[in-house]
């Protein structure tokens, strides 16, 4: 649920902190100029309703450039074109592959925007996060639909790019991401965003298109 971060908050906001607003867009304009962006990732997914469960973490790099990106976690690659996907699943040995979705893949536009619905917004205040200084926004949906309730972010005010997410989901869920390591247009190819299955002998290809 990386696609509910930064995106249109002028227009779409009824309640806006001018402070938390001016912050989200000086983010915003900066990530639009991008060409291309690399970054460390983790995620650790965790449930309120069970205190004893221990989060799933999954971490790893992910590069973007507008809509092609590639994501490796470990045992498990992820990577586009802008119009396919191949989900590499290494321990299986197969690979997934399917149609871009543009409202759901892991591109420039989609990484960093926040649905384009009615909410809140709020500036919190300044906290520490790996090392640094950064301003803590929360943003609350005032559509009771959406599968969330309540999402923190924390934007490094030097970068103008966030560091880490914390979302609320209806259901118990809370998912956690921290970005870290930001590297901008490092002019990255784009055989970087292209999966060629001659080079994995004896993969399974599953063709879901």
């Known amino acids: 649920m990386l696609g509910v ?13 001018a402070k938390a ?9 900066k990530i639009n100029g991008l060409l291309d962006l690399t970054m460390n990732f983790k995620l650790s997914l965790s449930n309120r309703a069970d205190s004893k469960d221990k989060p799933m973490v999954k971490q790893g790099i992910i590069k973007i450039k507008k809509n092609k990106y590639k994501a490796d976690f470990g045992e498990q690659s992820l990577v586009s074109d802008g119009a396919t996907v191949w989900n590499y699943l290494k321990k299986e040995k197969e690979v997934n ?3 871009y979705d ?8 989609n990484m960093f925007k926040l649905y384009k619905k009615d909410m809140k917004v709020r ?3 300044v906290e520490v996060v790996g090392g640094k200084s950064v301003d803590k926004i929360t943003l609350f949906p005032n559509d009771k639909k959406q599968e969330y309730f309540k999402v923190e972010v924390w934007i490094d005010g030097k970068l103008k790019l966030p560091v880490q997410m914390k979302v609320w989901g209806r259901n118990g869920s809370v998912s956690v991401y921290e ?7 490092s ?14 002998p004896g993969i399974q290809v599953i063709d879901l298109r």
Do not use: P, T
């Open 187 to 200: 002019n990255l190819g784009d055989s970087e965003f292209n999966f060629n299955v001659a080079d994995y």
């Open 123 to 125: 500036y919190d205040n």
């Open 5 to 17: 971060m930064l995106g249109g908050v002028g227009e779409c906001f009824s309640q806006v902190d």
């Open 179 to 185: 970005l870290s390591n930001h590297k901008e247009n």
């Open 97 to 99: 592959v399917s149609s």
């Open 102 to 109: 543009s409202l759901d893949g892991l591109s420039m536009e």
């Open 21 to 29: 607003d001016r912050i989200i867009k000086d983010a915003q304009s």
